[in-house]
């Protein structure tokens, strides 16, 4: 939650998870910031977050 409260118009940032974490994704959407989760062969979640 600091990275985002962070994170500047245009920057982004990378998080590695072992699950999938469906409450970060709904704030992530409802206070619009841009996302991308990728899963990789090794159960890990990558999700790419970005502000507009």
């Not at 469906?22 to 999700?47: C, K, M, Q, S, W």
Request: glycine share 8%; proline share 6%.
């Amino acid at each position: 939650m600091e990275a985002l409260a962070n994170l500047k118009a245009g920057e982004q940032f990378t998080l590695l998870l072992d699950r999938m974490p469906h409450p970060l994704i709904r704030l992530l959407d409802r206070d619009g910031y841009r996302h991308e989760v990728n899963f990789h062969d090794d159960g890990t979640v990558a999700i790419l977050i970005g502000r507009p």
